[in-house]
């Protein structure tokens, strides 16, 4: 759970970062960023995927106790 929180918190900053960075645009988006928008993509998609699996998890653990 706490990577997912951890992926709301990094990439979208990370992002930002990356978005203001010159190396980013030249007419257009630069190799730099869409290699960049792409690791982003697939991190903050993962992140969401584990924090969810743990929020499952989590909520089988308390079902299962009761």
């Known amino acids: 759970m ?6 709301w918190i990094l990439w979208p900053n990370f992002l930002r970062n990356i978005w203001a960075d010159d190396r980013s ?4 988006p ?3 960023f869409l290699i960049h928008l792409a690791l982003t ?16 998890g989590l909520r089988a653990t308390r079902t299962s106790r009761t």
Do not use: E, M, R, Y
């Open 30 to 32: 630069t190799a730099f």
């Open 41 to 56: 993509i697939v991190s903050f998609a993962a992140g969401n995927a584990i924090g969810w699996l743990g929020i499952k």
């Open 2 to 7: 706490l990577f997912g929180v951890w992926s």
């Open 25 to 28: 645009w030249n007419d257009g």
